[in-house]
Nanobody
Framework: QVQLVESGGGLAQVGGSLRLSCAASGDTFGIYVMGWFRQVPGKERDFVAAVSWSGTPYYADSMKGRFAASLDRTKSTVYLQMNNLKPEDSAVYYC????????????????WGQGTQVTVYS
């Protein structure tokens, strides 16, 4: 079992920045990748970014250039730096862990955090 706790969500102005964190605990030896998804009411959970346990990030095409994911293995913590935020970035952001590096599919991730709300206002 892996437990995930996200933090760092909140309010941000258009053009502003937020940094999300997600700390993993428990059976972290089974983690190959840590990722971020986001979801708005009535829509599917969309892939944002992920980082392999070796530290290599990959992104959804629409997130490249504004978002940066990183991993601190010593803390079993993944980060999502979000810059130049737009109103359409408003969503609940979820952290997840999985074994399939490179996957962007939610069903390939095994454990999920509780989510953290990000709201971007103008």
């Amino acid at each position: 079992q892996v437990q995930l706790v996200e933090s760092g969500g909140g309010l941000a102005q258009v053009g502003g920045s937020l940094r999300l964190s997600c700390a993993a605990s428990g059976d972290t030896f089974g983690i190959y990748v840590m990722g971020w998804f986001r979801q708005v009411p009535g829509k599917e959970r969309d892939f944002v970014a992920a980082v392999s346990w070796s530290g290599t990030p990959y992104y959804a095409d629409s997130m490249k250039g504004r978002f940066a994911a990183s991993l601190d293995r010593t803390k079993s913590t993944v980060y999502l730096q979000m810059n130049n935020l737009k109103p359409e970035d408003s969503a609940v952001y979820y952290c997840a862990t999985g074994r399939s590096v490179g996957s962007r599919q939610a069903n390939s991730f095994d454990y999920w955090g509780q989510g953290t709300q990000v709201t971007v206002y103008s």
